[in-house]
């Protein structure tokens, strides 16, 4: 089972990017699928969490409005789009599989996490 974030790079405050996340070795089109991150020094934190149908999203206060989380069931992947970015936004991203069917803010939560792509906004 591996979850194999993409897309990551540096990008000017303004800017955009969009991070993709492959999931090979079974199926998580049950799972709920989500976006964390985590800054050096700091604990990783949630960003965007979406349910296994892509009916029912949540977005972290801070990239609310310039985030969006969509998912391809058929295709076995997640993606997030970020928009006017930030450089607070600077951190590895990383996708995560729920245990269960809905997407969840809480790490503790989370059944498999995926390799990180670094993502650095400049000001």
């Known amino acids: 089972v591996q979850l194999q974030a993409s897309g990551g790079g540096l990008v000017q405050a303004g800017g955009s990017l969009r991070l993709s996340c492959a999931a090979s070795?079974?199926?998580?089109?049950?799972?709920?699928m989500g976006w964390f991150r985590q800054a050096p020094g700091k604990e990783r934190e949630f960003v965007a969490a979406?349910?296994?149908?892509?009916?029912?999203?949540n977005y972290a206060d801070s990239v609310k409005g310039r985030f969006t989380i969509s998912r391809d069931n058929a295709k076995n992947m997640l993606y997030l789009q970020m928009n006017s970015l930030k450089p607070e936004d600077t951190a590895v991203y990383y996708c995560?599989?729920?245990?269960?069917?809905?997407?969840?803010?809480?790490?503790?939560?989370?059944?498999?996490w995926g390799k990180g792509t670094q993502v650095t906004v400049s000001s």
């Open positions: 995560a599989a729920s245990r269960g069917a809905v997407g969840t803010d809480r790490t503790s939560d989370i059944r498999y």
């Open positions: 070795g079974r199926t998580f089109s049950n799972n709920g």
């Open positions: 979406m349910d296994w149908r892509g009916g029912s999203t």
